[in-house]
Nanobody, 124 residues
Framework: QVQLTESGGGSVQAGGSLTLSCAVSGYTYSRYCMGWFRQAPGKEREGVAAIDSDGSTRYADSVKGRFTISKDNVKNTLYLQLNSLKPEDTAMYYC??????????????????RGQGTQVTVSS
């Protein structure tokens, strides 16, 4: 059974930083993509960052240069470092995993397996 469990969300002021973690268990595909997407109330789901099994990464233009995705294969954990946070980054953040390319995970966020989400709130 595949499980993804996010942690690390919280409330910060604009300009602050957070590190999100996603513990992954039961996912045994050798070729995969993993990523983070977010959704704010009344807004569409947005893929923000993705990484594939080779370590290639892609980012949404809205977060490029501010967010960094990484993974620890030993700990089976996916991370998202959020720097220079803005109020418009406020959303529920989810991690997801799928059998596909890094572009697939970024452009089609949430397909495959996903976690329950962790809230990020940025105040001005």
């Amino acid at each position: 059974q595949v499980q993804l469990t996010e942690s690390g969300g919280g409330s910060v002021q604009a300009g602050g930083s957070l590190t999100l973690s996603c513990a992954v268990s039961g996912y045994t595909y050798s070729r995969y993509c993993m990523g983070w997407f977010r959704q704010a109330p009344g807004k569409e789901r947005e893929g923000v960052a993705a990484i594939d099994s080779d370590g290639s990464t892609r980012y949404a233009d809205s977060v490029k240069g501010r967010f960094t995705i990484s993974k620890d294969n030993v700990k089976n954990t996916l991370y998202l470092q959020l720097n220079s946070l803005k109020p418009e980054d406020t959303a529920m953040y989810y991690c997801a995993a799928a059998s596909g390319s890094v572009n697939f995970c970024l452009l089609y966020p949430g397909l495959g397996f996903r976690g329950q989400g962790t809230q990020v709130t940025v105040s001005s």
